[in-house]
Each structure stands twice: as C-alpha cells, then as structure tokens.
C-alpha cells in the first residue's frame, strides 16, 4: 500500500524545564565520548534513567538524546515497550538488535554470531539450526546476548541504546536488561531509559533494583509549571496570549507537557488568540487530546477512520497499514485515506522503528482507543487479527499474542499455534512465556487424545519456574488413558526429576520403581530401573542400600547389551561400586563399560547425574586427568546446548573438585567460585550451591584460610541444614573439618560419629569417597588416642581393599599421625610412598611435611630437612599457603633455614621425567630404569612421582592418560 514520503508531523521543540535532566545526559554522553577514546577515567554509571507518569516527556528526552548522540557520530539503537506486546518474549531485545543484523547477510550474521548463534538466534527473531531438540537455558540466552551486546558495543563504538515506556516490556527483556546493564559502565556503552514506576509489573523487582541502585538514580520528571506551559501556548500563538489564558491551559493541561503542546497546536489550527472570550473553545479542544473527548473527536472523522484506527489499536505499533487494512476490511484507497485523516487530527504518525509502518504520535492516544473499543468488537478484532498475523508470515508467537485475548471455544487449531509457540519460547530461553500460552491452550480445551502430550508441555515448561506444579501436571497426565509407552516413559522421568528438584527423592525412587513393574516394554523396563537406582542411589534415607546393590550388581552382571540403557546401569553399578569401597579396578571396569558409546550430558530425557557419576569414578581412583577431560567435553556440550545454569554450575563445580584433589588449589578455587556464582543467579540451583560451598570450604581450609572457610559457611547457613540429598563432599563431614581447623574437636567428634553410623548403615565404607574415620581419628587423637588408632587402622583397612595409592596414603598419614613417636616413622614413610605413586600433590605434601616433622622429633635432622624441603616446595606448588608456613615452621624449630625453591611449571614434564615415563609404558622394571637413566630406583621413583602429579593419573592409567598428554615441544 502505497503511503507517501510522510515525515512525522511535529517538529523538534525545545524542552522547558529540564535542565537537571539535560545536564544529566550531557555528562553521560560526555563520560561515553571520553570512554570511547580511551581515556582512563572510572565512569560513575553506564545507565541512566528518567521516570514520571505518561505525558510528561520521557519519550521527548529520549528523542533529545538521540539527536545529541547522532550529532556527536554516536551509533544509536532503539526500542519502546507496548501496551499490548508484553506477551511477546524478547520483543524489545529484538528491536534494539534486529536494525544491527539487517545489515548483514545469513553468512555475515553467522560469523557475527559465532558459536552463539544457534542458542540467541530464536531470541533475536532467527533461525537457529539446531535447536528442535535442546532447548537453551534462560541463563545461557542471557549470557549469549550480553555477548551480542558486548560485541556490537565494541563493534559500533561509542554505542547508544534508548530504551522507552520499559513499564510495557517484556519480562524476558527486562530480565536481560537487569543482568547486562551494571556492565555498561565497562563497555564504550550508555543505556537510556525511561519508564512509568507505577506501572512495572511486580516481576521487574530486579530492573527496578539496578536502576535505583546503580550509579545515577533515576531522574523523576516533574510537571511544567504555569510560566512553562505559558511559554508553549505563546510559541504557538504569539505574545499577545493573555495570562489568565495561559493560566487556564495550565490547569486543564495539569502541567503535562505533551497535552499543553498538542492544545497549543490545536489552539494554532483554530486560529484562535488566546483571548479570555476563547476559553470555552480552548476546554473543548482539551478534552480531545485524551479520553472521552478523544474518542468523540476519532468518531467525528467518519466510521472507515474509526474502524482503521481500533485495527491500529489491537496490532500495536509498529502498525503495517496492509494489516490493519485487512483488519478493518476495507480497501486500500479508503485506509490512505483514513491514514490521512488520522495523521491530520495528531493520531498517528510514521514509526519510528526503521522497518516503516505506523505508531501512534502518544501512547497515551493508543491505550483510549484500544479501552473505548466494545469488548465484544475487541474480542472479534483480536481473533481475526491472529488470523492475518499467522496469513503474514509474522510467527506462531505473533499470532499467539491475540489468541490469549480470545475466548476458549474448543478449537484445534488454536490449541496448535499455541503449542507452536510454545515451542519456539521455549528455542528462545523463555519457558515463562511458553508456561502462559500452554496453559491457556489446556483452558481451550485439546482434544482428549492430544491432553496428556499437551500437560507434559506445560510440565516441562514450569520445570525451572515452579517444580511444584510441574509434578501435579505430570500427575495429572499420567493418569490420562491411552498413553502411548515412550511419551509415559518420558513424563515418568520428568516426574521423577521434579520430585526430586522439591526435595522428595523417596517419592522419586518409588514411582520410577513402579513403573520398572508395569513396563512391557524391555528397553522401557531397563530405562525405569536405571531411573529408580538414580534417585535411590542419591536419597540420603535410603531405607535398604544394601539390598538395592545386590540388585544392581545381578542386573549389571547379566546385561547382554551396550545400548543407552545397559550403559546408563553399568554407570550406575560402577559409582555403587566405588562409594561401596569395592576394589577400584571394578569401579573402573564398569565405567570404562559405560562410556562405549558415550553419556551425554544434555540428553532432556535422561539427566546428567550417571554421566557425572562416571567422570568423578576416575577421581577417586587415582585417574583425575581422565575425569577431567570427560568434565570438560560435557561442559562444552552444556555450553554448546546454551545450558549455562545449574548444569555449568554444577561442572564447574567438580571439576574444580578434581583439581582441589590433584592438589592445584588456585585453579581449583577459581573453578569452584566461578560455579558458585553462576549457581547464585540461577532460581532453584540449590543442590548446585551446597555441591560449590562445600568444596569451596575444603580449599580454603587446605590454603590455610580458615577464617575465610567460616565467613562463607556463615554466609550460606552451611552446617546448619542437612540436605535429603546425597551432596559430595559430604556436607556434615566439610563442616566437621572446618570445626577442626577452628579446633573444637568435641563438636566435631559428634557430628563425625553421626556420618558414620549413616554411612555404615548404606554399605558406603570408601574412605576416598567420604574420609570421614580420619577426621574422626583426629578429633579423638587428644582425649581418646586408642579409639582414634582403631579407627585410623580401620580406614587403612579400607583403603587398601579400595586400592588407590592416594586414599591408603592419606589413611597411613592419618594413623603415623594417631600413632605418634617413634613407631609412627615407619608409618609415615609408608604414606609417603604410597601417595608418591598417585596424582596427589597436596595430601603428598602433607604427608611429606608430616614424615620429616616426626623425623626431626626423633633427631633425624638430616633426613627431616630433605623431607620438610620436599614438602615445602611441594606445599608452595600448591598453593597450600598455611601448609607451606608449617613447613617453615617445622625447618625453623629444627634450626633449619629454607632453601630457595624451585618453581618449576607445574604440568610441564622436564626431559628426565618424560623419558621415564616412555620407559615405564614399555613395561621395564624399575632396576632397568634406574640402569637406563644411570639413577638410584629411589631417584626413579621421585620422577615417576612427578609424572604421576603432573599428568594426573597413577601407574594403571598412565597409558591412556599419555595418548593425550601435550607432546613435547620442539
């Protein structure tokens, strides 16, 4: 439809009585200016806000702003809320990025875009490759459009985003838009917004928080005073405007700068004076800027205008004249002549979005039109609006937006764009929006064959919004008739993880077990089993473990397959195996078993604690860098997906778990609060939380920062709640160390008596999955030294029945240590050389500084000084700062001065070492070794023990740990 070269019909004006707000901006831009070329000078805020009620000149500052950043060669972008487009997730993020991408083509966005594209692309109104099958998490569209941001920030450099009537934005954006705006202030970046605060919805708390809080407070705009308005009046109609005139426009205008201007412009076009005798005249023209009196004034313009005018109303800005045409069914020459007539009487105007189209000059005009429209009419427009909407091409989202307007009637095809848009919500990171058009398609109703798939929709929608709800709808669903066996399978599993995200993991083992009983389906069967030994496995009241081991290890046993389903059971048996204490080579056998084929970490349907599971079996046996390289593959494929939540969270996490048990406490630290704060913004990341807090505390304890480890368990109630979860660390057995760090060993003692009846009672005796004998041991070593040795010498026990060099050598440390004087020697030496063929650096350290401390007490000092240094050397590596002091302690009280160290790359073989680890993986023995390399066997043993430290395995997994350890470099 042809409109014309039209430009908007007002033109710039100056703004009264903003010089604050003015003033305001002009710094802002200026900080911007001195950002973008680099001057060093700390910003107060990237972000800067203006609020009032409607009319009093927010969209004009904006307007204002905008002609000063262009005038200043700053790239603008922009987007504006809508009254009835809330629905609409990332509606306003679209507009402020979709301007920037248009002027790429499909390759160039891709190569923008990066890896990032398949996770933001639905967000941003494109087409994502991948994404029918996982859909991203909000946190990872978040993360990936603060990285779009960031990237045209720096591209577009300096870079100016105007952001108006954010009260009417979407959740989603402003969810965005809270989390990215602090970040400005780093960025060549200024964020302008402006926004009524009486009317942000309840759910913009944390928009609201950043605003108020951020830098520059919101600039609260007042009303023009009486000599402001008078100044309107009279650019309009000449000096000669009486005051009392003037005075009366005042007070029907309440000092509203966009009514005073629009009665000015009329008060122009009617040629009137501003004489006393033209006030009645002037009332009148005042009463149709806005309500009644506007709606009186439309109608004047004939019923085609009106009718185009509702069509306008109902689509939201920007309005496409066709659509609307088509909306009020009339033709194309009746709708350029409505438009003209519309645009004449101050209505609409040319949009200024640059796709074109039409908006109104006010939102204030927008929302009376839209409320005088008979609610009846309003419900026919909005239905068939969702008709032209979906004819256009515009989207199931689009055409979803005025079916919620829509009475429910029944009708399938209603129940399918919903379910459609749901879908594509869902691509985008918005299950908050899918959540709202599901259930509103389960109110129309489905048909009764479509219900079940459709409450499972709406389960997996609420998941991350509401768990509670999502178990009553996979309640409700189940019970449908008729379920065909994989969507059952599938809504079982959801109702399983549910139950367990609300903390009822018994709820979760038994239905899954119920539903093992009721499959016919053998695959089906197998699934359910897996399921019930997952939520059984991680119930911290399992009433009978033992008798679901034996079960476990007879279906594992018998399995004749090694499809998803027989792997997923043998990761299971080979984690029961390892908490059981069995010998690790069993562990390690079924985990090898279960990773032929691969467990993926992002599969919807199946979770991702058995993969995790698996990866950690290698950590407690003594192969870490094995665990580590399966953390970081998972994680990527958690990031590749766009699941940058709990799931990241929690691998973060662990892995820096796996580099706090190889002794790297820095990284290890870094790992574990990078998890922990990606956990904090996550809604209903608890078990992630307690997984990051307690390991975060054992790092610290073990860098010798105790003061530290209490602030943070403090901080997070730590100690204080027992989850129903299984959680490793073991929380009671973390908070009994920080006890003994802080020396109340009494308090210790009884919560360490208390893991060990629990754990007792489960069958789970490994002393490298839960340690907690030797913590107990060295609670009691004061006041009860022989319960302390019986204890210690009972964790040797088990250590040397699990097999792992590091865990028998902690436990022999542990028992010198109970032991004491003379006898312990033997003790010591024994833990040294156990711990010397494992990959742990830091309890080698310990047991190191342990053995020559005893030594040096018995007047050993020569072999005490080698030991202490080796352990000091071995403690700085580490970064176990409080073990380094007692080692300089120790060196000091013998009369010793600390040698300089070396401080050699941690993970970096020397010559020596990599040409001894070439010989071992040709099977010689160790005399031929020595012989080969003109060394001691001892000297052998030592490089072999910093090949074991450095590439992160033991002796039996230095082969395959060595196919992808770095080569030399030339």
Known sequence: MAQGSWQPNTEPRPLLERQRELHALGSALSDLREAADGVQRARPSGLLAFTGPAGLGKTALLTKARARAAAQGFTVLSACGGQNEQELAFRLVRQLVQPALATMDEAERRTFLGSWYDIVA???????????????????????????????????????????????????????????????????????????????????????????????????????????????????????????????????TGGSPFEAVELAIRLAERNLKGAQEELATMRDLAAAVKGPGLIESLRGLGTTTLRFAHAAAVLGPPVSPELAATLAVIGSEDAVEAIGKLRAARILSCARAPGGGLEFVHPLIATTIYRSIPSGLRVGLHDRAAEAVRAAGLGPAATARHLLEVPCEGRREVVDC???????????????????????????????????????????????????????????????????????????????????????????????????????????????????FVWSAFRADEPDSFARSRRLTRLAE?????????????????????????????????????????????????????????????????????????FTTGMAECERMGWRGSHLAQGQTLFGYIRYRRGCLPEAEEFVRAGLRTANRVAGAVPA????????????????????????????????????????????????????AEGRHAEAADLLSAVGEWLDARGWRNPSWCPWQLHLAS?????????????????????????????????????????GGPGALKLHAEAVEHLEQSPAAYELARALIGHGAALSRSGRLQEAADRLYQGLEGAVHCGAEGLAARARGELSAAGMRPLPLRYAQADTLTAQERRTAELALQGLPLPVIAKELRLTEQGVRQLLSGVYRKVGTDAAGLAKAWETFPPVRP
């Open 779 to 819: 609670a009691l070593a004061p006041t009860a030294p022989g319960r302390a040795l019986s204890l210690a010498r009972d964790a040797v026990k088990r250590a040397r029945d699990f097999g792992a060099a590091s865990t028998i050598g902690q436990a022999l440390h542990v028992e010198a240590e109970v032991t």
């Open 558 to 630: 018998r399995l004749a397959g090694r499809g998803l389903e027989e792997r997923y059971i043998l990761g299971l048996r080979a984690w029961d195996a390892l908490v059981r204490g069995e010998p690790r080579q069993t562990a390690l056998a079924c985990a090898e078993e279960s990773l032929r084929g691969g467990l993926s970490w992002t599969d919807e349907n199946r979770g991702f604690e058995v993969p995790v599971s698996v990866a950690l079996v290698f950590m407690y046996c003594d192969q870490p860098r094995r665990a580590e390289e399966l």
């Open 689 to 740: 939380q307690w997984f990051a807090i307690g390991i975060l505390i054992q790092t610290l304890l073990a860098r010798g920062r105790t003061v530290e480890a209490r602030r943070l368990a403090d901080a997070y109630r730590y100690g204080e709640v027992v989850p129903n979860a299984v959680i490793y660390p073991d929380p009671r057995t973390v908070y009994a160390e920080l006890l003994l």
């Open 122 to 252: 639905v967000a941003l109104g494109l087409e994502a490759a991948d994404t029918a099958a996982h859909a991203p998490d909000p946190t990872g569209v978040r993360d990936g459009l603060d990285w779009v941001m960031t990237r045209l920030a720096t591209m577009k450099a300096p870079l100016v985003l105007l952001l108006d009537d954010l009260h009417w934005a979407d959740l989603e954006s402003l969810g965005w838009l809270a989390s990215f705006a602090p970040r400005a202030a780093d960025l060549p970046l200024l964020v302008l917004v402006a926004y009524r605060p009486d009317e942000l919805p309840a759910e913009a708390a944390a928009f609201r928080t950043v605003v108020e809080r951020h830098g520059n407070r919101p600039h609260p705009l007042a009303r023009l005073s009486a000599a402001g308005v008078a100044q309107i009046v009279r650019d309009e109609l000449g000096e000669g405007a009486e005051d009392e005139f003037c005075d009366e426009c005042w007070s029907v």
């Open 418 to 532: 919903l379910r459609e848009a749901a879908r594509e919500y869902l691509r985008a990171g918005a299950p908050e929006a899918a959540r709202r058009v599901l259930a509103r398609a389960l109110q129309e109703p489905p048909l009764p064959e479509d219900r079940a798939a459709l409450l499972h929709e709406l389960a997996c929608s609420t998941f991350l919004l509401d768990p509670t709800a999502t178990v009553s709808l996979l309640q409700e669903a189940l019970a449908e008739p008729g379920l065909d066996p994989r969507l059952r399978a599938s809504i079982v599993y959801r109702l399983t993880q549910a139950l367990a995200h609300t903390d009822r993991l018994a709820e979760a083992a038994t239905v899954s077990a119920d539903e093992a009983r009721l499959a016919t389906h053998p695959r089906l069967r197998l699934r359910m089993q897996a399921d019930h």
